[in-house]
């Protein structure tokens, strides 16, 4: 019985000179999806698990490293209060970048990114792009501000890794605007 289905397959199918590419062919079937169509890649439950897990982490010790190396916010309305930073980063920053940048803008820009990519990691929005520059930021924080403190960078960085390369599963704002383009 197997025999005889192997060789109907191969009448069928094989090379393009069987009955399924010949005369009696549809046009479509070269160009049409499969049915049903196959399970799209990051789409199971564990992918929204982990994608939640890395996410809210990154978040949190993001959001963190922000608030604890910002000014306290005195006036909630004023978003540039948000972001004003801590003098002892700004003095930092001046020894990290070494005059290759204003200290007080890269201190700002530091407090402003730390501030704002939680909520972008959390919504899901852009996480590649996030997921990669942590990566870099990891790697700069391990090279030039703190070689002790590779250990956090060595996590930070993975994290980073995985939304890089993985995105930010099916619960996030990525994969439902792909899905909506049928990119994804």
């Given at each position: 019985m197997?025999d005889?289905?192997t060789?109907?397959?191969?009448?069928?199918?094989?090379?393009?000179?069987?009955?399924?590419?010949?005369?009696?062919?549809?046009?479509m079937?070269?160009?049409?999806?499969?049915?049903?169509?196959?399970?799209?890649h990051?789409s199971t439950?564990i992918?929204?698990?982990?994608?939640?897990?890395?996410?809210?982490g990154?978040a949190?010790?993001?959001?963190?490293?922000?608030?604890a190396?910002?000014q306290p916010?005195?006036?909630?309305?004023?978003w540039?209060?948000?972001?004003q930073?801590?003098?002892?980063l700004?003095?930092?920053?001046s020894?990290?970048?070494?005059?290759?940048a204003?200290?007080?803008?890269?201190?700002?820009?530091?407090?402003?990114w730390?501030?704002?990519?939680?909520?972008v990691?959390?919504?899901g929005f852009?996480?590649?792009l996030?997921?990669l520059?942590v990566?870099l930021?990891?790697?700069?924080?391990t090279i030039?501000?703190?070689?002790?403190?590779?250990s956090?960078?060595?996590v930070?960085?993975?994290l980073g890794?995985?939304?890089?390369l993985?995105?930010?599963g099916?619960?996030?704002?990525?994969?439902g605007a792909?899905?909506?383009?049928r990119?994804?």
């Amino acid at each position: 019985m197997r025999d005889q289905r192997t060789t109907q397959f191969l009448r069928l199918y094989a090379d393009a000179g069987g009955e399924a590419s010949g005369p009696g062919a549809h046009p479509m079937d070269s160009w049409c999806p499969p049915c049903p169509p196959p399970r799209r890649h990051g789409s199971t439950p564990i992918d929204a698990i982990v994608g939640i897990a890395v996410r809210l982490g990154l978040a949190a010790a993001l959001w963190s490293w922000a608030r604890a190396n910002a000014q306290p916010v005195r006036d909630w309305n004023d978003w540039h209060s948000w972001f004003q930073p801590d003098p002892g980063l700004v003095t930092a920053a001046s020894v990290w970048f070494g005059g290759l940048a204003d200290a007080q803008a890269a201190a700002f820009q530091l407090v402003l990114w730390g501030t704002l990519l939680p909520v972008v990691l959390l919504a899901g929005f852009l996480t590649r792009l996030a997921g990669l520059g942590v990566l870099l930021c990891a790697a700069f924080f391990t090279i030039a501000i703190e070689p002790q403190g590779w250990s956090f960078a060595l996590v930070a960085g993975a994290l980073g890794l995985y939304l890089a390369l993985r995105g930010a599963g099916p619960l996030s704002v990525d994969w439902g605007a792909a899905r909506l383009t049928r990119m994804g």
